[in-house]
């Protein structure tokens, strides 16, 4: 099928937008590049450069690529800024995802898979976190991506829409073949951070607390392979076009790991230990976030089968060549 991918020049998008071409469909990427990469979109790809707020651009990239559903990756992503800058996130997180409906209704595409994420449940009151778990964000993060899920639940009960909402809990690794992998700036994700650290002239890695209730007192989180969690795509979409059925899936591994033993599993791969130096606990931060998954297993007969390993594996290979990503980003 035809496919439109919002934000398929980043991270997840990229490495989505790859899975399904694999699988025989087409996308066409629409993308501002704000923290995307023209290198992520593959020669040959039809590619709008815009921004989802504009609405009659969006309608054109649709009615161009003549697409049958789009993969809505499009975001801003960081907590932090987002506590800093909280228009600037409802703006394109809520307001571009209005633009997206709408330009949607007016090119007559009815199906869309939204990434969303963890951040919605705010502190967990279980563990692991269901689907039916409260939402109570706790930055603007996670307060749009939930206001936005409210308004596709809206728009799908007025018949404008079919979705599923994928929430990622913490998509990690790189391309196994090594040919798309992650690189945000700033960067905020622990492992690239840490692999980081490893390269010539590194940082030592900043480790916030030492003293959470976890079983060696740094924070527990879901690292799920991305190459995983393109495949629950894949099935989620299959889903929606086979019985039109959409809904709300946790995309997590179901298990969680420590700071330290992600520190351990990069020692193991790249033969030596993460410079590290331990600072306070950040505020907000909480000392464990695990999926629960059994409804992605059950519903879209999904299994996240990399390890925790193949992350750090993956992730290592694309990391040792910043020659080849700086030529790349020239
Ligand atoms: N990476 C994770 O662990 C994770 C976890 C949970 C949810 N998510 C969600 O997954 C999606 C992708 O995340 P990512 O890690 O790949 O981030 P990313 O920053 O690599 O990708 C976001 C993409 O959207 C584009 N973009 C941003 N604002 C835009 C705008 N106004 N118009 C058009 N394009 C715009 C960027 O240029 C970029 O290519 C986001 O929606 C994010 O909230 C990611």
Wanted: proline letters at 6%; one cysteine or more.
């Amino acid at each position: 099928m035809r496919l439109l991918a919002t934000g398929g020049a980043g991270y997840v998008g990229s490495h989505v937008s790859a899975a399904f071409r694999a699988s025989g469909h087409e996308v066409a990427v629409y993308d501002d590049l704000s923290s995307g990469h023209e290198w992520a979109i593959p020669p040959g790809t039809p590619f709008t450069r815009g921004d989802v707020r504009d609405t009659s651009r969006l309608e054109a990239a649709l009615r161009s690529s003549r697409a049958e559903g789009v993969l809505h990756f499009a975001a801003k992503c960081l907590v932090g800024e987002s506590v800093l800058k909280p228009d600037l996130y409802f703006d394109i997180n809520v307001v571009g995802g209005a633009s997206l409906l709408r330009a949607m209704e007016r090119a007559g595409v009815k199906r869309l898979l939204f990434s969303s994420t963890a951040s919605v449940y705010g502190n967990p009151q279980t563990s692991p976190i269901p689907e039916d778990h409260p939402l109570n964000p706790v930055n603007p993060y996670g307060e749009s991506k939930r206001d936005f899920e409210n308004l596709l639940a809206a728009a799908a009960r007025a018949g404008a829409v079919r979705y599923a909402s994928l929430r990622y809990f913490n998509a990690a690794g790189c391309a196994e073949d090594g040919s798309l992998g992650e690189d945000h700036d700033p960067e905020t994700h622990l492992i690239p951070n840490a692999l980081r650290a490893l390269l010539p002239g590194g940082a030592p890695l900043t480790v916030f607390g030492r003293d959470w209730p976890t079983r060696d007192g740094t924070c527990v989180r879901d690292y799920l392979h991305v190459e995983d969690l393109a495949d629950a795509h894949l099935r989620a979409w299959d889903r929606l076009c086979r019985d039109g059925e959409g809904g709300v899936f946790n995309l997590g591994t179901g298990t969680g790991s420590t700071v330290l033993e992600v520190l351990e599993a990069i020692r193991n791969e790249a033969g030596r230990k993460v410079p590290v130096s331990f600072g306070p606990r950040r505020d907000g931060d909480p000392a464990v976030l695990v999926a629960s998954n059994v409804r992605a297993r059950r519903i879209l007969g999904w299994t996240p089968c990399r390890s925790l390993a193949d992350i750090v594996r993956t992730a290592w290979n694309w990391g040792q060549t910043p020659i080849k990503n700086v030529e790349r980003r020239r």
